[in-house]
């Protein structure tokens, strides 16, 4: 079992550029814990997102960290140049001698792709172009590609990634019927969904990268994620997770609420009672979250525990000691699952 951390950057109650500040603080201490990656999302002209330009806080990443790998779940390829990126995505990985991972996606929200001039309806397809175009940038000399968004002749590629063939690749997963494709291209995923479901995505990823040909003895990472609040007892844990997803969620919805609509494939409900309820986070002791967590990783035959430890107005020192009880009293109980 691998441990990781996913961070959305929604707006905190500090100034901005302190919560820049704190939050590579708690990030160098996911270094020094042993922790396997951070994943950073992309959102636009919402409080959700307040690194709507990923490579530029990792690059700061890179410079405070040592070992713990690093990227963007995801860049919203319908929204970027292509040879930007690969440009971006080898700056990255020789700036940390190979730690980069690149998730890659079309980008969940109409109302934020239409702000770039981006009809949503055409955002897969657009998605589908940018992705081939990273990929043989990221793999080749040259970029040589004709599409209907993209059309690139002779293209010279002057920079490479430290990791060959590219870095490892992440997608995100709402249903079992959507792991095809990644399973068969050899995606890590990460998943949100309940741990029920989890395990029919896992289940499906296994058979799907089996047909595919890929060498069994090498599995990606099949991940879940999860809100983590641990404190030194459940009252008061239960408590700061209720106030701080109550702040998260406001920036979640908010251009939903503007702007009509509901979030797809999103499984946040409103109150952090219904997140309880339905397993997508624990708040507790040491004991009780290392017990809740034990039962759902088994339940849902994931090899990658992906946490979030800084959320809403959380502070840097409730995040921080929540992160110091995980890392002395849960993680050594579940790593050697998976």
Excluded at 193 to 201: H, L, P
Excluded at 212 to 235: C, F, Q
Aim: proline fraction near 7%; include cysteine.
């Amino acid at each position: 079992m691998k441990f990781g951390v996913f961070d959305h950057m929604d707006r905190a109650l500090v100034p901005l550029g302190r919560q820049y500040e704190e939050r590579l603080q708690l990030i160098a201490a996911y270094d020094a814990a042993g922790f396997h990656a951070y994943h950073l999302a992309e959102h636009h002209a919402t409080p959700l997102g307040m690194s709507p330009s990923p490579s530029v806080f990792l690059a700061a990443v890179a410079q405070r960290t040592k070992r713990l790998r690093f990227g963007p779940l995801v860049y919203t390829l319908s929204l970027h140049h292509p040879l930007r990126i690969i440009e971006e995505v080898c700056m990255l990985d020789q700036m940390s001698g190979g730690r980069f991972e690149l998730g890659v996606g079309r980008g969940i929200s109409p109302h934020e792709v239409r702000f770039f001039g981006v009809e949503p309806a055409e955002a897969p397809e657009i998605y589908r172009e940018a992705y081939a175009v990273i990929v043989q940038g990221l793999t080749e000399r040259r970029v040589d590609f004709a599409g209907k968004h993209f059309t690139f002749h002779d293209v010279p590629i002057v920079m490479e990634p430290v990791q060959k063939p590219h870095p490892p690749l992440w997608y995100g997963v709402a249903r079992p019927e959507l792991v095809d494709w990644p399973a068969r291209n050899r995606f890590n995923i990460i998943t949100n969904t309940t741990a029920r479901m989890a395990r029919d995505i896992t289940d499906r990823y296994h058979r799907e990268y089996a047909a595919a040909g890929n060498d069994p003895g090498v599995t990606p990472l099949l991940g879940m994620g999860r809100y983590v609040i641990v404190a030194e007892n459940d009252s008061d844990a239960y408590e700061i997770a209720r106030r701080a997803y109550r702040r998260w969620y406001e920036s979640f919805i908010l251009l939903w609420d503007k702007h009509g609509g509901h979030p797809p494939f999103a499984n946040y409900p409103p109150t952090y009672e219904e997140v309880a309820e339905n397993g997508y986070g624990f708040a507790g002791s040491p004991a009780t979250v290392r017990d809740a967590l034990l039962r759902q990783v088994q339940e849902a035959g994931i090899n990658y525990l992906v946490c979030r430890f800084a959320f809403g107005d959380l502070s840097l020192k409730e995040s921080m000691r929540s992160l110091n009880l995980f890392t002395r009293e849960v993680m050594p109980a579940l790593a050697w699952l998976g």
